[in-house]
């Protein structure tokens, strides 16, 4: 864990990760999103609609930051590696992959060229990234968007 600048805190790499390293896993019982108390939805993983986990507190899953070009992606509940990663670099996954409530927004300063500004859910992405994401999203999103 460290300082992120202006996201906050974030995760960075301690040595170098290998592609598909698993880097968290969002377990717990599901919650509906009402159950959650609102000063803990940024940190609530979305696993089904209405449905949420809120990672362990201080966990990787609780500080990991979004970022429009992340090196990290979603498989099944975990999040992996999504290329070789640097020792040092900070670990990022795309918010977008994981959040499918149309009322989710954003805004975003990951710095990245291909930086979207406001981070919506998954049913607005550009046609362009779902291609690039794949199956790489969260199973809910996955079951509902690609029929696998
Ligand atoms: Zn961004």
Not at 119 to 144: C, H, K, M, N, T
Request: aromatic share 14%; proline share 5%; net charge positive.
């Amino acid at each position: 864990m460290g300082d992120a600048g202006p996201k906050g805190r974030g995760v960075f790499a301690a040595g170098r990760i290998a592609r598909s390293t698993a880097i968290a896993t969002f377990r717990g019982a599901p919650k509906w999103v009402w159950d959650i108390p609102k000063e803990l939805w940024p940190y609530a993983i979305q696993v089904d609609y209405d449905r949420y986990v809120v990672p362990r507190r201080n966990s990787v899953g609780w500080y990991i930051n979004h970022s429009c070009d992340p090196n990290c992606v979603m498989s099944g509940l975990s999040i992996i590696a999504g290329r070789d990663v640097k020792s040092g670099e900070e670990l990022t996954f795309d918010y977008s992959t994981d959040v499918d409530w149309a009322g989710f927004m954003m805004a975003c300063s990951c710095g990245s060229y291909r930086c979207r500004r406001k981070i919506r859910a998954y049913r607005f992405l550009p046609d362009e990234l779902r291609q690039r994401y794949g199956s790489s999203v969260a199973p809910f999103i996955r079951r509902r968007y690609l029929a696998v």
